[in-house]
C-alpha cells in the first residue's frame, strides 16, 4: 500500500495536511510503512462503556481481519492484552504485545480460538488518550506474509517515532468522548447476573475475577500478584469455579463465559 517512489517525510506531511479528515489514518499507515516493514495495521478506539470503534485497518493476508467485526468486536477484545492497557490506564507510547502480554497468553484459548487464527507472529502498538476514558490504539504486525518478527533496528526506529505518532493521534481524535469509568467491576456484575439467569450458575465476585483472569491468559502465580491472595488461594477459587461451573478445563470455561461478554 505504500508507495516506494514516496519518501517517508513526504508521506508524514500528508497525514499532517489530512488531519481532521478521513484520509489521515491511509497516510499515517503509508508514512509508518516507510519507516519500517508492516505487514498489517489495525487503528481503533477502546471507550468505557461501549464496544471498541475500528477507524481503518489492512492486511497482505485476509486472515488477519477475518474475524474482526464478527469475534472481535462483539466479545474478544475483553479478553485482549492491549485492551488491558486502556482497563490499566498505562501511560502514552509504544507497546510490545510479548513483552506486556499475560505469562499464560499463548495456552489459553483466546489465543487459539481467535488470536492465532490471524497469523500475527509479532504485534506493536502506539497507545495514546486523546480524551477522557478513551485510548486510541495504531496497531502494527508481522503475520505468515513475511514471517518475521520485528528485528531490534525496527523497534528503535519505532520507539523513536512514538512522540510523534501519540501527538497526532491526539490531534486526530481529541473530539472522542467516552461516559463512565471503565472497570472490571462491571464486567464482573455482569458475568455473574447473566451466569445466574442463563444457566443457573451462581459464582462470587472473586470466583468470577479468577474466571476472566484465567481466560485472558493468567497464571495462578500471575492471578494471585493481581488479586492481592496467595497462589494456594487463586487454586481453591480455580476449583470452586470449576465445580460450581460443572467443568473441567478453560477450553470449557472459554465456551461458557465468552457467549455472555456481547
Known sequence: MTDPQISAEAHLGAAISALGEDGFTAHLYQWLGQCFEVDNVTILAFFQTRQPEIFFHHAKVSHVHEKLESDYLSFAYLLDPFHELH???????????????PDQFKRNEYFAKYYARTTLIDEIAYVAYPARGVS???????????RRMFSA??????????????SLIRKQWQNLSASGDYTDDSLVTRVRARLASQHDIHLSPRQCETAL??????????ISLRLNISAQTVKV??????????ISSQAELFSLITPILT
Open 87 to 101: 482497563v490499566m490506564q498505562e501511560p502514552e507510547g509504544l507497546y510490545r504485545l510479548r513483552d506486556f502480554a
Open 213 to 222: 483472569l484465567i481466560l485472558r491468559g493468567h497464571s495462578t502465580m500471575s
Open 153 to 166: 533496528a525496527d523497534m528503535r526506529t519505532a520507539q523513536n517515532l512514538s512522540a510523534i505518532v501519540c
Open 237 to 246: 477459587f480455580r476449583k470452586q469455579l470449576y465445580r460450581r461451573c460443572k
Open 136 to 146: 486510541v490504539h495504531v496497531c502494527l504486525g508481522r503475520d505468515a506474509s513475511s
